[in-house]
């Protein structure tokens, strides 16, 4: 690379005084090796188990090569999006209607159910360690099982349809909900209950007009959030028959129906948006443009 | 000690007493207006969602029944009764399962990595405050935002049929989610950094790149990597599902389970799976407040 003509003097000064920076900064300049030795050892290893992943997962050449050729063949196959006729895309309407529709159920049935759960998690309200240990553990079980899992096990129980996919979502919200809220709610302010514990409230006025106060706009906020999260779950539950827009993904993409695919994406991405854009201005109208995540 | 209010007369206190019932009965009304809407959405949903509180209840027992079949053993001595009364029995599959599971764990590891590279690169591109050009800085974050937005099971889905079956598509999902993901993390990282250095640098004639490798790399690089721990810990539990459509991993066996109503085996995978969860949960979360604490030491 030719350096230009005229160089910056900033540039120059500080190449006259290299020597001189070199002195005043050796750190940055020579590393010490126990710091080089630990940072080779970290990449190597980050390195080492990609590659051993790789073998033992089958990544060959060949295969891939093939496959992002096929791949090229589906996205061409895929333009432009369509649904062939009318009553098709009315169909998948319908089932997107019952995506958004299983969505809203299940955020905000599991936030209703979490409201109390919530408090009982919190360490303020309920300081007994045995309690809150059990509860925690409890509440993490739940969570840790994925909403697909839950969308097959109550698929077996209430039959296939959106039903089972409310029921899927509730159960893995109901989880996420009762340990946000409770961080929320160990995290309120305590003054406001002191204060009225100390003009003698009680420890439900003390919840009721102390920390709930604090802590709804918090919730509301959260659970707008994860509204739209849920709106992309309920796409894909349907997958294992568990009702919503995700039945007709699967379906389309087993037959080689590229075209339907694409409009089913496409239809799914501008739902999620639109979504998207409502919970982010409710979220801002409830707690502040400025305090939103 | 004691100190009197001092009382305002009695026109002045009604007109501000006026003025706040009036205040709090407005919020009230636009508390019930709220909460009608809300109702009404509800009962909206219900019916599309085909609701039917009745079935619920009458098939409840069905749920608890479940759950308590899925820890009773078919077979062995103990059959019949709860799972740890024959542990050896209830995980038969044992090491075909950690073979699973260890699939399933690379899976996500690999993916994160793939994800994260490319994630890294573009979170320079689409930083509001580093992007080369706000063209593409724009086109960068579109790009982005649609990766994130498709559900990686839907790649899965269209790998599996591109890829064939097994644990490559599944990474390739995962890998493609996670770009999008971590991208916006990292760019949302980067644009809150100390723009001083990059001036520093930009200062004394060095080129876009030299800028990011000296000047942001190094502000940024711990909260990157605390960020895809973190989404290494999502991705595990993405990849334990991936099976389900065929994309590798344990997933496979634990849908083959429930769907042949293999009940003990069911709830074995189902052990195991949380129980790694909470494992990597732990170990990430350790690793991030050990990087954490780096940065805030230097």
Redo the contacts between chains.
Sequence with gaps: MTLPATEHPLRLAARADRDGLMQRHPAIFHPSPARRIRAGLVIALLVGLFGYGLVVLEFDGARLVSGIGKLGQFLWFMLPPSTDTWAKFFVYLHALAETVAIAFLGTFTAAILALPVGFLVAKNIVPNVVIHFLSRRIVDTIRGVDELIWALIWVSVVGLGPFAGVLALICSNFGLFSKLFSEAIEAADRKASEGIASSGGGKLHGIRFGILPQVLPIFGSQVLYFFESNTRSATIIGIVGAGGIGLHLAEQIRVLEYQHVSALILMILVTVGIIDQVSTRLRFALIGERAAP | MSTAVPRLPDHQLSALAGAYAEAVAAKRRQLYIGLGL?VL??I???I?????PT??FT?LW??TD?IGRIFTLEQGAAAGRFVLFDVVEWMWGFDKWMKLLW?TL??A??GT?IGAIGGFAFSFLSARNLTPNSTIGFLAKRWLE?FR???E??FA???V????L???PG?LAIALHTFGALGKQFAEVAENIDMKPVDGLT???ATWSECMRFAVVPQVLSNYASYALLRFEVNV??A??MG??GA?GIGQD??EA??K?YYSDVSAI?VL??AT??VIDLATERLRHHLIGLDQRS
């Design positions: 809300f959405a509800y909206v949903a219900g599309v969602a085909e609701v039917r079935t619920f098939n069905r749920f479940y699939e690379l899976i590891y690999v990595l649609f937005t498709v559900p099971i839907v889905l269209i790998f049929v591109a890829f064939g097994g644990p490559v990474v200062a004394t004639g539990r993405g334990a599902v389900f459509v590798g634990l849908v429930i769907r109503f189902l799976i949380i969860v909470m």
